[in-house]
């Protein structure tokens, strides 16, 4: 071990270190022990920040604490998984640890915190989860992280790749699919513009003469407004749901330059009565998106708790209804089963324990495995579910179950017994985040096939 190792391993095991200086420090003996390439040392480090996460007070350092867990799981990750035939294991707990301190970060984030720390969290949350197919939320990371990056290069240049990748191999829709080639060529570009990682400069620009040799007529296809806007009665409805990237199509949230308000995601497969399921589902999600949107604008109070709450139990349906589609586009034996439900589709006998179905191991799709990643962000209060990486997760289905079988109100938050009383600008939160992860789903359920 090295002496400057030493040294920091002094301050972090000393009772007498203050709050910050332990962080920091522990921060620093990561990157240490990583460059070094100790394993043993960064997974010291991993123990030491575990066992002191709960008595850290400041909302600052418990943002830097999650940070640096989430660099130290990666790297092990990186280490013991990483270009091994276990990288596409559907469980991954090292991962899993990985998203779940990552996205804690980023709640815990303020002006206050080094800009280059926010953009590592946004650009390190885009990576991963562009890695395991879920890759309409990593746009969202991708746009934050050109909002506060000093590597807009490198974000822009794996947006690139993961436009090209996702648009040749995934979309299937031929319009959406020259979108996603025109910005990837587009954002290539921007990125040869700013500063890049050493060696990646040449690699983009051989991209770029790829991209333009094989696909010059697609680059200079020009799209009418009719292509991708229609027009609705009601503005503010489509100007809202355009804002908050709600639209059924998978470039509503890729660029803020883009306009495309149209609900045309296609579910494309030889069974009629899973292409009609499908487009039930959307009409379902549709009329939840509208009654959300309605809520806000009612002036009855009456009136819009109802559309709320409405919106909120039916949004949070359609996890079942796209569960029923998957185990019929699947073929599964227990389509049937009372037990079915989105969490346990994926393991045998619908049990964690169980292991996952060996005809999932079998399919290497990024679609079906970002699926899987979805019911990590839904919570349900059974052994072995409990563990999720959406940290808003359980007080979503918190909300659910006081709405299903006790009592659930508007107002300051109170939680006892029979009834949970919340403000509505909480609940708000929760349903748009609800929206946008039923969206998510419906977008790879369309792409898987």
């Known amino acids: 071990m090295s002496e400057q190792l030493l040294q920091l391993k002094t301050i972090i095991l000393n009772p007498s270190t203050d709050e910050d200086t332990f962080v920091r420090s522990v921060g620093s003996y990561i990157d240490l022990a990583s460059k070094f390439n100790i394993n043993e040392e960064v997974r010291f480090a991993i123990n030491l920040l575990e066992t002191r996460k709960n008595s850290i007070a400041s909302e600052n350092n418990k943002c830097l604490l999650h940070y640096f867990l989430a660099v130290a799981y990666s790297d092990v990750y990186k280490n013991t998984i990483t270009q091994t035939d276990k990288d596409w294991d559907w469980e991954q707990e090292l991962v899993e640890k990985e998203l779940k301190n990552l996205r804690l ?19 390190n949350l885009s990576n991963r989860l562009d890695s395991l197919g879920r890759f309409i939320l990593s746009f969202d990371f991708w746009n934050k992280a050109l909002e506060h990056s000093s590597f807009l290069g490198m974000v822009a240049v794996n947006l690139a790749n993961s436009l090209m990748y996702y648009g040749l ?41 790829a991209i333009e040799k094989n696909y010059n007529e697609i680059l200079d296809y020009r799209f009418y407004k009719e292509d991708l806007i229609i027009d609705y009665e009601n503005e503010k409805y489509s100007e809202w749901c355009t804002k908050k990237s709600l639209w059924l199509n998978p470039i509503s949230n890729l660029n803020p330059k883009i306009d495309c ?11 009629i009565e899973f292409v009609d399921f499908f487009e039930t589902i959307k009409r379902d999600y549709i009329f939840c ?34 569960t029923y589609l998957l185990s019929g586009v699947l073929e599964l034996e227990d389509t049937n089963s009372s037990r079915l439900s989105y969490n346990r589709i994926w393991y045998t006998k619908l049990e964690k324990s169980k292991g996952i179905r060996a005809l999932l191991i079998e399919k290497r799709n990024l ?65 748009l985040k609800l929206l946008k992860l039923v969206r998510e789903c419906l977008i790879y359920s369309a792409y898987y096939v």
């Not at 915190?113 to 953009?119: A, G, K, L, V």
């Not at 806000?296 to 359609?318: G, H, P, R, T, V």
């Not at 659930?408 to 909480?426: A, H």
């Open 105 to 123: 970060a980023y709640q815990f984030a303020s002006p206050e915190i080094d800009d280059q720390i926010t953009s590592n969290i946004l650009i």
């Open 169 to 209: 191999n995934y979309i299937n829709d031929k319009k959406y699919q020259v979108v996603f080639i025109q910005l990837a060529h587009q954002y290539f570009t921007n990125g040869l513009r700013k500063p890049l990682f050493p060696g990646v400069e040449s690699q983009v620009k051989k991209r770029l003469i």
């Open 261 to 271: 308000n149209k609900d045309d995601l296609k579910f494309i497969h030889s069974n």
């Open 289 to 322: 998106r509208r009654q959300f949107f309605d809520s806000l604008a009612a002036a009855d109070n009456d009136e819009a708790e109802n559309l709320k709450k409405s919106s909120f139990k039916n949004a949070y349906s359609i996890f079942d209804k796209i």
């Open 367 to 431: 679609m079906l495995r970002a699926l899987y990643w979805v019911s990590k962000d839904i919570y349900l209060n059974e052994y072995g579910f409990q563990n999720i990486i959406e940290p808003n997760a359980k007080e979503i289905n918190t909300i659910r179950n006081y709405m299903e079988h006790k009592s659930f109100k508007f107002g300051t938050r109170f939680e006892q017994g029979f009834s949970l009383q919340m403000p509505v600008e909480e609940f708000d939160a929760n349903t």
